[in-house]
């Protein structure tokens, strides 16, 4: 037996970055090619909504894309530049308005509004929309209740003087009560500012 040589030539090997380079190459020309099929697929973006477009009589246009909230902030944005004292009466009106025709990103940005400003009626719904013994998932932007939310409106509706607000923070000191002992965190939590 003889050994091995070690004249004898290692065996060939090819570059593996050519092969790295044709696959990046193939996947560009793919994208490319496939892009503009795919872009023809694609339906136009939309016309943006006029502003006389808003409100009509009631109905909702569908046809129309407008981001949520996008006319309640277009509203505020309004009401600042009028400058204040701000009609509140009628933000809240307008808030009903939205959420009756299921704009709940608008109605919730203006009765936040109007809450931050003091006004009662708007206060009492931004708690209620987050009060877990009234909370409706269909008339909320909220996924579920936040009882320190509710908490904190109702109480900040009772500091105002209202009577209905005083009642609900002992609903929800009640409810917090009987939901800590089932080990409800959120009521555990709700009970610290009780003490």
């Known amino acids: 037996m003889s050994a091995p040589s070690d ?3 290692p065996p060939s090997r090819k ?3 050519i092969w790295i380079a044709i696959a990046v ?9 496939g892009g503009e099929r ?7 973006a939309p016309e ?11 109905t909702i246009e569908r046809s129309l894309l407008v981001p949520p909230g996008m006319r309640a902030r277009q509203y505020i944005e309004q009401l600042r530049a ?12 307008k808030a009903l308005s939205y959420s009756s025709e299921g704009s709940l990103a608008d109605a919730h940005l203006l009765y936040f ?18 009060d877990p013994t009234r909370f409706r998932a269909q008339d909320s932007l909220l996924d579920y209740a936040d009882v320190i939310q509710a908490y904190k409106w109702y109480q900040r509706a009772a500091d105002l003087g209202d009577e ?4 609900r923070v002992e609903e929800l000191q009640t409810w917090a009560r009987d939901a800590a002992g089932d080990g409800d965190p959120q009521a555990r939590q709700l009970l610290l500012n009780y003490q």
Do not use: C, K, W
């Not at 943006?48 to 009631?58: D, F, K, N, R, Y």
């Not at 509004?113 to 987050?130: C, G, K, N, Q, T």
């Not at 209905?164 to 009642?167: D, E, H, P, S």
């Open 15 to 17: 570059n593996p970055l």
């Open 7 to 9: 004249s004898a030539p």
């Open 25 to 33: 190459a193939l996947l560009i020309l793919f994208l490319v090619v």
């Open 48 to 58: 943006p909504v006029p502003e006389q477009a808003e409100e009509s009589a009631g």
């Open 82 to 93: 009028a400058g204040g004292p701000y009609p509140l009466q009628e933000i809240h009106a």
């Open 38 to 44: 795919g872009l023809s697929r694609i339906d136009p």
């Open 164 to 167: 209905t607000a005083l009642a």
């Open 113 to 130: 509004f109007a809450a931050r400003e003091d006004h009662l009626p708007s206060i009492l719904v931004m708690a209620e929309m987050s």
